[in-house]
């Protein structure tokens, strides 16, 4: 079985021990063994890192330019095989796998560009004869630390742009995807960058990560996962003056009113909530529903969800892969009986399913699961259940659905189903998150701007787009005397 090491000051780093990493749709498969290093490779990863930083942050920008459109062109030009790992890896369909990739690749093509559009200001000083300069600086080494559902995209949107900015990087990976995070790596490793610009430690984050987010020479963290770990990365981060950025849980509203087309909620509730197996930050797991078209909905969206196949991430017609893991299914299950024990009437799934290929493979296949007949404050629509699991909250108005849309200790995406341009207009104003859709999915966002929330979904600046250099740069104002 194949070996995957770390990355360190441009070397692949054997490590003491290695962990299988298993695919979710078929557990008698082991795509390999992948590196778990320890606090030491951290340090060594870091030492690197700092080294290369004054050569790489005063580097040309056209070269940082052309290192980053080399990662993109062969991101791109391998979508197909990128995208069949990222599958069989994560259990994600193969489409959106691949689509993912895709937007990996996109994503270091635009900040290959971004390289040469970072800007400052000239202004005036209010005394005479003297001239301010506003300039922007890379921060140094930066920690990056990624999660498990995008494997491959997240770590792209975080790298690329610390990369075009003069940042010198240390990512640690998900330890239940490691794969997808080392290819990136690979491609990163042979695009020409100077050795210890990019380092890659795979291993538990109880280790790496606590080990990064305590290390002195690490200016800054960006963190996407849990809200919890989130948390204790923050007070870590202030208590020892790095800069942080967090992307942590959700708890998105799907607002659907009497006047919206019918097949169009049912369609964007179900790729909302379902799809990706429901293990997106930004998937719709509340459905606030006005009274008159709550019956009708109700229906058509079990039909819809009676289409759905599970099965084989990879497989032909597969719309829905598994669970990304055996405790990531005990946790969604979890749920399901916490909801029926507070009342909630299950309307579909709640348990587990065989594969629709019927291939017999073993997988953590989990039914598209949906309760109706809930309350806003049930635990089933308060807390981040992160599977194919969505409540319906029945509500009388608009009003009523803005303000149950906007009762939760989240923030990131919400949606509202409408053919009415007063209340879409309202709701893109009113809405408590940092990210509003009309009549589109709540998950699914373009590259090219900024992604992130308010509340507990996010700390800190934005991610993607030009909006991420206030987080990978620091502003110096200069002044000269003529």
Not at 18 to 28: I, R
Not at 39 to 60: K, L, R
Not at 82 to 97: N, Q, V
Request: proline fraction near 5%; hydrophobic fraction near 40%.
């Amino acid at each position: 079985m194949s070996r995957y090491d770390n990355l360190i000051n441009g070397q692949w780093t054997a490590a003491d021990s290695y962990s299988p990493n298993t695919n979710p749709s078929d557990l008698s498969d082991v795509i390999g063994e992948y590196a778990q290093g320890g606090a030491e490779d951290v340090q060594a990863a870091v030492a690197a890192a700092a080294a290369a930083f004054p050569a790489w942050s005063t580097s040309g920008i056209q070269a940082r330019s052309d290192a980053l459109d080399k990662i993109g062109t062969e991101i791109l030009a391998r979508k197909a095989e990128l995208g069949e790992l990222l599958a069989r890896e994560e259990g994600k369909t193969l489409p959106e796998a691949i689509g993912e990739v895709g937007r990996a690749g996109q994503i270091f093509k635009f900040f290959a560009g971004e390289c040469l559009r970072l800007s400052g200001e000239t202004v005036p000083s209010v005394r005479p004869g003297i001239g301010v300069e506003i300039t922007r600086e890379p921060i140094g080494v930066v920690g990056l630390i990624t999660p498990w559902n995008f494997p491959i995209a997240i770590p792209a949107w975080k790298i690329a742009p610390a990369l075009a900015f003069g940042n010198c990087v240390v990512l640690k990976p998900a330890d239940l995807v490691p794969g997808s995070a080392w290819a990136l790596a690979d491609i990163i490793h042979r695009s020409g960058i100077p050795a210890g610009v990019f380092n890659l430690v795979m291993g538990p984050g109880r280790v790496i990560g606590e080990a990064l987010v305590n290390h002195a020479d690490v200016a800054a963290i960006s963190f996407t996962g849990s809200t919890g770990v989130g948390r204790g990365i923050a007070e870590a981060c202030v208590k020892s003056g790095k800069k942080v950025q967090l992307e942590m849980g959700g708890k998105n509203p799907q607002i659907v009113l009497d006047d919206a087309d019918l097949a169009q909620a049912v369609e964007l509730s179900a790729q909302s909530g379902f799809y990706s197996t429901g293990q997106r930050c930004t998937a719709s797991s509340r459905l606030i529903v006005t009274d008159k078209i709550y019956p009708a909905f109700i229906e058509a969206l079990q039909a819809r969800m009676a289409q759905i196949k599970v099965g084989d991430a990879r497989a032909a017609g597969t719309d829905m892969g598994p669970v990304v893991s055996q405790a990531q299914l005990e946790q969604d299950l979890s749920y399901v009986e916490i909801a029926k024990a507070e009342g909630a009437r299950l309307a579909a799934g709640g348990a587990r399913v065989a594969c629709h290929t019927g291939s017999g493979k073993q997988g953590f296949y989990m039914a598209p699961t949906l309760f109706v007949d809930t309350e806003a404050g049930m635990r089933i629509n308060r807390e981040e259940v992160f599977g194919p699991v969505a409540s319906v909250i029945r509500v009388k108005d608009y009003e009523e659905a803005l303000a149950v849309s906007n009762d939760t200790p989240f923030g990131l995406s919400a949606g509202i189903a409408t053919t009415s341009l007063k209340h879409a207009t309202h709701f893109k104003r009113h809405s408590q998150a940092g990210m509003v859709m009309v009549n589109l999915p709540t998950a699914g966002v373009d590259y090219h701007v900024p992604f992130g929330g308010r509340k507990g979904s996010s700390y800190g600046p934005r991610e993607q787009g030009r909006y991420a250099q206030e987080f990978y740069t620091t502003v110096k104002t200069a002044y000269t005397l003529a």
